[in-house]
């Protein structure tokens, strides 16, 4: 737990974050540029972040093992209820090895209806993002810029959240 709290802070001082939000999502001074991170959807279909421009995302690197990202699933679900359309999305990004089956499976037992579902079989994902935990989850805009992150699980769904995400979307 050390290391991670550790990692964190260098991440933080290294990408100039400037501003808290709700739950301690941290937001940059200034956009920072994207690594085109690949994925296949639940049909074996490939693409890629490219493929959203145009639209704000909330990406969360996930994994059905971790527990943190279970129990935040739901609530992910439902802000895609919420705000998901034409301008914003969430972008559910697995790194299971076992691809799609297993992200089903989970996505069934718990009721996920809303989620589209994006896997990254090769984990590059991760490094890529420069993730240093799970879940993380990172809010790009629509010229597919970073604007901020939030490493640890959260409640997507809290009205404080959602009011936070509305004002990057409109």
């Known amino acids: 737990m050390k290391y991670l709290k550790t990692a964190l802070l260098v991440w933080a001082l290294s990408v100039g974050t400037a501003f808290a939000g709700p739950q301690g999502f941290a937001l940059h001074d200034t956009p920072q540029p994207v690594i085109n991170v690949r994925y296949e959807t639940e049909d074996g279909s490939r693409g890629d972040m490219e493929d ?7 990406v969360n690197v996930w994994a059905t093992w971790c527990v943190p990202c279970r129990e935040e699933m739901p609530t992910l679900d439902a802000l895609q209820a919420e705000l998901g359309g034409d301008r914003f999305e969430v972008v559910a990004l697995s790194i299971d090895r076992a691809g799609s089956p ?5 996505y069934d037992e718990i009721g996920v209806n809303n989620l589209k579902m994006y896997v990254d079989k090769t984990m590059l994902s991760m490094t890529a993002l420069r ?10 805009d629509a010229q597919g810029r970073e604007l901020g992150r939030l490493v640890g699980p959260a409640e997507w769904d809290d009205p404080e959240m959602v009011s936070f995400l509305r004002g990057f979307i409109e």
């Not at 993730?131 to 790009?140: A, E, K």
């Open 52 to 58: 959203f421009r145009g639209k704000v995302i909330l």
């Open 131 to 140: 993730t240093v935990g799970l879940p993380t989850t990172i809010l790009i």
């Open 102 to 106: 297993v992200v089903r499976r989970f």
